[in-house]
């Protein structure tokens, strides 16, 4: 069955560059799936303007750090728009984990949220995007990949993952679905990269 519009689910959609794509994303006439973890109240407002744009806008919260709640999105997202064209994997934590300090619970909530979420959304909406012949994953990195900040190890270490994880996709999920890598302090500010995630998707 056709639909008129694409549909993007961009993680971490409520707040900074999350929302500046969701809205990026409106503007071009895409549906968006908007996913927020403790932001509700600016993730509704991304959906009030969403919907004031004329394209369809849900919320869905969800931890991205545990496995569970991973799969209750992708389960509810598939519940309300059956399928999704396009994966933003935005959201991520930025915890100061100074050398010498950090925690085994650091580690993880850096690795699980950062890494492990985007991961395995990648792997549920992939596959099914190769099933259907297409689709695009848009993965956001940092350039702190090649300048690690040195009270942000962790951090670090996970968007390194994240371009691992985009070169391998790349081959596994290619040349059907289009697998993709952006360093937003690269680009100009949020919507230098909201532009480009645009142009990424278009």
């Known amino acids: 069955m056709g639909r008129q519009r694409k549909i993007a689910l961009v993680t971490g959609a ?3 560059g999350g929302r500046t794509i969701a809205l990026e994303l409106g503007r071009r006439g895409i549906d968006v799936a908007v996913h927020y973890n403790q932001s509700r109240q600016a993730a509704i407002e991304v959906k009030r303007q969403l919907i004031k744009m004329g394209v369809r806008a849900e919320l869905f919260r969800a931890d991205l750090s545990k496995w569970a709640e991973v799969r209750r999105l992708v389960s509810r997202v598939r519940k309300k728009f059956g399928w999704i064209d396009i994966l933003i994997n935005n959201a991520s934590n930025f915890l100061k984990t100074p050398f010498g300090t950090v925690r085994e619970r650091d580690w993880d909530l850096s690795l699980d949220t950062n890494l492990k979420g985007p991961f395995f959304l990648c ?3 992939g596959r099914e995007m190769r099933q259907r012949g297409g689709g695009v994953i848009v993965n956001i990195a940092d350039w702190a990949v090649d300048h690690p900040y040195p009270n942000y ?6 968007k390194a993952g994240i371009v691992t994880l985009t070169k391998g996709l790349q081959k596994v999920l290619g040349p059907k679905v289009k697998v993709r890598l952006i360093s937003p302090r690269v680009l100009k500010g949020f919507s230098g990269y909201a532009r480009e995630v645009g142009r990424l998707v278009g």
């Open 153 to 158: 190890l962790p951090y670090c270490i996970s």
């Open 14 to 16: 409520g707040r900074r």
């Open 123 to 125: 792997q549920e909406f």
